[in-house]
């Protein structure tokens, strides 16, 4: 039987999570609150045999902006089954979580059967990650690297470019974010309503903004997140926006990051718009050179790969986006929840 989950079944749930992932924090029920419920029920969905879980599926509904109009993206997450026996019926249940709605999308669709996965997702694009480290680079060392930067700093800073951290989303975001959506055909509608939600109020991980401002109006604005490793201080920039893409935003966030002695940046996107600003900021595109150096995940440390690939689908696709013109960050999905509980 496959069923909504609603708080009764709350405990079983936590209980099989626990079973097949140890300390994972899909078995944190405050958690499952903060990501997945709803009034009554929650997001998730559950394949019951004889009155015992046998697989789950966690489901993110998220707002889009596809071409300008609003659209409810479904997005699978989490997935396991229990015993090989029950795949097929796991797919049929993915399949008909998606199949009525305009839009749905995956990072790992976790779908056994090809035919059912290509049913629910026409297209995949790459999910890229940028990799700056602040204590190497080439032939130089970390001061040397870092004298570079602060040199071409003191040139951007004399056009009136400042720099402001804050550690709450402002209203005059909401000015920059929709002018950065209509750079896109496919983009989540992040207001401020949006940007509050998902990182304010998290409990779990604590996020700030960096703003960029050319004389003196606010023209980008970068969400980090920072984590210390061994003494070394890690900057993942989970979400990026916008209101003048012809300026590289990426060189100024840099000058802020050597300023707290940060040693180690990344940035996973999917989309290519900035790739050429990262990469003139010094950033280079990893290809899993670096994976002994800079793990995926940090909360706790872990090297475990992922899925290079953002898959999407849906009745509202009626052909596949360029990856110019679509934008996702790693905050976007389920890729920035602590990966255990500390």
Known sequence: MFKQVSENDLEDLSNYIKKYYKNSILSNKNFLSYEFKLIKKYNIYILKVYNKIKGFNFVLKKIFLYKGLKHKLIWTSAAHISEKKYNFFFGFLIYEIHKKNPLVGAFSPNINSKKINDLIFKYKY?????????????????????????????????????????????????????????????????????????????????????????????????????????????????????????????????????????????????????????????????????????????????????????????????????????WLTKSDGDRDWPNKIL
């Open 126 to 326: 790459d999910f890229q990650r940028y990799v700056l480290l602040l204590n190497y680079h080439n032939n130089m060392n970390g001061n040397e690297l870092k004298y570079l930067y602060k040199k071409n700093l003191l040139k951007k800073l004399n056009k009136n470019l400042t720099i402001q951290c804050s550690s709450k989303a402002k209203k005059k975001y909401e000015t920059v974010t929709k002018k950065f959506a209509k750079n896109f055909d496919l983009i989540i509608n992040k207001n401020l309503k949006y940007l509050i939600n998902r990182y304010d109020n998290n409990n779990f991980i604590e996020y700030k903004y960096l703003e960029v401002y050319k004389s003196k109006k606010l023209i980008s604005v970068f969400v980090f997140r920072k984590q210390i490793y061994k003494s070394n201080i890690y900057y993942r920039i989970v979400d990026f926006f916008s209101s003048d893409l012809s300026f590289n935003s990426w060189p100024i966030l840099i000058s802020y990051l050597i300023s707290n002695n940060v040693t180690y940046v990344d940035f996973f996107v999917v989309g290519n718009i900035q790739n050429n600003s990262l990469i003139k900021a010094g950033f280079f595109k990893d290809k899993s050179k670096t994976k002994h150096v800079i793990p995926n995940l940090l909360s706790p440390i872990s090297y475990r790969k992922w899925n290079p690939f953002f898959y999407i689908g849906g009745s509202a696709l009626s052909k596949k986006i360029s990856p110019k013109k679509i």
